[in-house]
């Protein structure tokens, strides 16, 4: 048993920070929202939500909080990106010089899924989560071009990976913090919680 509650952080620079921050209470966190070095340092587990990497990128420089949450993470705090926040935090964006965090081993492709399914929800098998399929929300989603051998693909759509995880890191291609589904906010709780004690 933890302590005290999980104080999950929400990077909320640009994005769908709320929705974010409702279903990780839903999940059993206490929330806080981040845009300063000093709210970094109060969170036990990060969540970098939708949004636009090419702009986040960005912002993360302008706020000084690139260089902290690289530390923090590789220190062993709990991180989950979303669409935009798995893009950030990859090893590189397929044929693109965009800068990234480098915190997860994969390679991304950026709006990589089309026209066909450039906005849809589609049900993923995700054995970590149960039986039951999740809906998978995506929204110009990138998706898993290679992954490294420390990096464990939990789910795939079409032949890719859009659910990896790597340690403390995760990364969603798509959005469960739009559906009603908390599975995957759970999921990040109970990891980040079991790294608190
Ligand atoms: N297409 C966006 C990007 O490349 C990501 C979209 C999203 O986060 N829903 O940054």
């Known amino acids: 048993m933890a302590a005290r509650p999980l104080v999950a952080g ?9 929705e974010h921050a409702r279903a990780l209470e839903r ?20 969540v970098v939500p939708g949004g636009e990497s ?14 902290p949450i690289v530390e923090r993470v590789r220190d062993g705090l709990p991180f989950w990106g979303t669409c935009m926040g798995m893009i950030v935090a ?6 693109m010089e965009q800068k990234t965090l480098d915190l997860l081993d994969v390679t991304v492709r950026r709006n ?3 026209r066909q399914v450039a906005s849809a929800e589609v049900p993923l098998d995700i054995p970590a989560l149960g039986a039951e399929q999740f809906p998978g929300v995506f929204i110009r989603a990138p998706w898993i071009e290679r992954a490294g051998p420390a990096v464990e693909v ?3 759509y079409g032949g890719h990976g859009v659910f990896v995880r790597q ?7 798509f959005h469960p913090e739009l559906t009603a589904d908390g599975r995957v906010h759970d999921y990040f709780v109970k990891m980040a919680t079991a790294a608190q004690s």
């Open 167 to 173: 340690g403390n890191v995760m990364g969603t291609a």
């Open 10 to 18: 929400v990077l909320a620079v640009q994005g769908d920070v709320e």
């Open 112 to 114: 990589a899924f089309g």
């Open 27 to 46: 999940s059993g966190a206490r929330v806080r929202l981040v845009k300063t070095v000093a709210a970094l340092r109060e969170v036990d587990a990060l």
């Open 90 to 95: 990859a090893h590189d964006v397929a044929d």
């Open 54 to 67: 090419t702009t986040v990128i960005k912002l993360l420089d302008w706020f000084g909080l690139t260089e």
């Open 154 to 156: 939990l789910a795939s």
